[in-house]
């Protein structure tokens, strides 16, 4: 099964502007995700796509495979469908699964890819995974760079909000506190036709690209991971994922 993992970057972000090659540990954003992601045994193979020249000048010094796109992309989504046409030209080879991964989540690991993608190789109706994990506190709850889940009891995402769901006003001590974390498979049919839907009113709302998915009806299938993971939307975050990195195991891999 050929399994392509794409990186969406640019370096115009709204919040962040210039933070694919902002430096963590002397290495830019934008190249721990990739050699990370690249480590999965999953994988055949991993790119990053950019509209920004300065980040294919990073990759290609970097010794990682880069993809040019169009600079009018506004969704991650539809950037990393225009990546994989691309690749696939190229490459003669028809992706059957693309793995999203956003390149601000520079602590993934090689084994959140593994099993964001496992329920996709065990279930052929499984159209598109998200990985989710727990937050221990109420800052990160509350932050609304964070995108919040909920999830049925078969973890199936119910609702996405940058907003504190479910709700602690009802008197509740303790709820499920869980958050989206941006590696995200989809079957490769499946991406385009997302693409292909019109924008629903609680996706602008949100501002979050799932929510399309659960508004026609469909589902997006959430999948637990342990591991740490802190994504990158302002420079206070790359001062606290600098700090949670070190002495990283896989950092000592591809850090030199």
């Not at 050929?2 to 370096?11: E, W």
């Not at 902002?22 to 796509?49: D, K, Q």
């Not at 964070?146 to 006003?169: G, H, Q, T």
């Not at 629903?200 to 709302?205: A, Q």
């Amino acid at each position: 099964m050929n399994i392509v993992a794409i990186i969406p970057a640019r370096m115009g972000s709204s919040r962040y502007p210039g933070k694919p090659l902002a430096l963590i540990h002397n290495v830019p954003m934008v190249g721990h995700v990739a050699f990370r992601t690249a480590m999965s045994a999953t994988l055949s193979a991993t790119y990053v796509a950019t509209c920004d020249e300065i980040i294919k000048n990073y990759c290609e010094g970097a010794g990682l495979a880069c993809v040019m796109t169009g600079d009018h992309h506004v969704r991650c989504s539809t950037r990393t469908a225009e990546a994989l046409l691309k690749i696939e030209a190229e490459t003669g080879k028809k992706a059957d699964i693309v793995v999203m991964v956003q390149g601000d989540e520079p602590m993934v690991r090689p084994e959140m890819i593994d099993a964001a993608v496992a329920p996709m190789l065990e279930d052929p109706s499984i159209n598109v995974v998200n990985l989710m994990a727990d937050m221990d506190t109420l800052e990160e709850f509350e932050d609304p760079n964070e995108v919040k889940v909920v999830v049925d009891r078969f973890n199936n995402a119910l609702y996405f909000s940058r907003e504190p769901i479910p709700s602690r006003k009802k008197g509740a001590e303790k709820v499920p506190m869980r958050k989206q974390v941006c590696i995200i498979p989809f079957r490769r049919d499946y991406l385009l036709r997302f693409n292909e839907l019109e924008e629903s009113p609680l996706e602008i709302y949100e501002s979050v690209d799932m929510m399309r998915i659960l508004e026609y009806g469909e589902k997006v299938r959430m999948v637990p991971t342990s591991c740490r993971s802190w994504s990158v939307d302002t420079p206070e975050d790359l001062c606290r994922v600098s700090r949670l990195m070190e002495g990283d195991d896989l950092m000592r891999k591809y850090g030199g």
